[in-house]
């Protein structure tokens, strides 16, 4: 069982940086894969970026690469999600996830309750 908890949402301005963050607790924390998706009002949840456990791979849907970085401290189980250059489409409460990279994946994963990420224009 993993437990995960995000913050670091708010309001923004376009152009502007908000740093989300993860905090993953379990009592045994094999290697997770982690990764950050959102969803915005009256639309399905997207994928917005992954990195594996070793941190050594990463990927990041189109429209926020160059934009948001994702990494990760194991040690402190945390991952962060590092946005800059905000949009107003990047409106959304972000989710974070954790799943066992060698036998699981994101539709098997376990969520966090998410955070409100709020751009304004």
């Known amino acids: 069982q993993v437990q995960l908890t995000e913050s670091g949402g708010g309001l923004a301005q376009a152009g502007g940086s908000l740093r989300l963050s993860c905090a993953a607790s379990a009592r045994s924390f094999s290697p997770f894969a982690m990764g950050w998706f959102r969803q915005a009002p009256g639309q399905g949840r997207e994928f917005v970026a992954i990195i594996t456990w070793s941190g050594g791979n990463t990927n990041y849907t189109d429209s926020v690469k160059g934009r948001f970085t994702i990494s990760r401290d194991n040690a402190k189980n945390t991952v962060h999600l590092q946005m800059t250059n905000l949009k107003t489409e990047d409106t959304a409460v972000y989710y974070c996830?954790?799943?066992?990279?060698?036998?699981?994946?994101?539709?098997?994963?376990?969520w966090g309750p998410g955070t409100q990420v709020t751009v304004s224009s």
């Open positions: 996830a954790a799943w066992p990279e060698l036998t699981g994946t994101p539709r098997t994963a376990y």
